[in-house]
């Protein structure tokens, strides 16, 4: 019995962690109705598009909570550098709609797009 539990025990630890470690691509699709991102990406797209910046502003920050909630799903299992990126793409993101840039603003929400699709590759 103490030979299966010494094979045992860090076998199953190790597939447990593998599986962490692998489930990105998994954790970082929406469970719920309000953690999508790419749903909250086009929506801000929108409003750029129509420079509805109050609208955009606010579905910024709403794109930074969603972005809190999915960040803790898959903080084991993604780069580090790609989830700080993503982070630099919204805060710069904040400021082009601050500034009410156009250009700038859908530069950093295709960056961030993109930042989101690298995630769990």
């Given at each position: 019995m103490r030979k299966f539990l010494v094979i045992t025990i860090p076998i199953v630890t190790l597939a447990f962690f593998v599986l962490i470690m692998l489930s990105s691509s998994i954790l970082k699709g929406s469970l719920g109705k309000d953690d999508n991102i790419p749903e909250s990406i086009e929506l801000i797209i929108q409003d750029?598009?129509?420079?509805?910046?109050?609208?955009?502003?606010?579905?910024?920050?709403?794109?930074?909570?969603?972005?809190?909630?999915?960040?803790?799903?898959?903080?084991?299992?993604?780069?580090?550098?790609?989830?700080?990126?993503?982070?630099?793409s919204i805060a710069r993101l904040r400021g082009a709609i601050m500034a009410k840039d156009k250009s700038s603003s859908f530069m950093q929400l295709n960056e961030a797009y993109e930042h989101w699709e690298g995630l769990g590759k």
């Open positions: 750029v598009e129509s420079e509805n910046w109050e609208s955009a502003s606010d579905k910024t920050e709403n794109l930074s909570n969603v972005w809190e909630k999915v960040v803790k799903r898959i903080q084991f299992s993604s780069e580090r550098d790609e989830i700080n990126s993503f982070d630099t």
